[in-house]
């Protein structure tokens, strides 16, 4: 029997952006190892900004769509960390 490893998010700070690839390859993992499985198709990236800071922004992962508004348990947010399209 295999399960599918629904609503997984992965955050990490932008100062570890460059370990994004690794901890998508961490968690692959250890859904092989808890006969979990992934879809790499559903893969999604999202960059918090703030409007105040200037941030230079990488490259989107190869393998991951790039999106400025997600649904994270029901709420939706922009990549600007705003609520308003919940509303």
Request: no cysteine; net charge positive.
């Given at each position: 029997?295999?399960?599918?490893?629904?609503?997984?998010?992965?955050?990490i700070p932008a100062v570890n952006a460059n370990s994004r690839q690794s901890e998508?390859?961490?968690?692959?993992?250890?859904?092989?190892?808890?006969?979990?499985?992934v879809n790499p198709t559903k893969y999604a990236e999202i960059v918090f900004m703030d409007k105040r800071r200037k941030t230079t922004v990488q490259l989107?992962?190869?393998?991951?769509?790039?999106?400025?508004?997600?649904?994270?348990?029901?709420?939706?947010?922009t990549n600007h960390l705003s609520v308003a399209e919940h509303v």
């Open positions: 029997m295999v399960k599918f490893a629904y609503d997984t998010y992965i955050i998508l390859i961490n968690v692959e993992s250890w859904s092989q190892v808890n006969n979990l499985r989107p992962q190869p393998n991951a769509a790039r999106v400025s508004v997600i649904k994270i348990l029901g709420i939706t947010f």
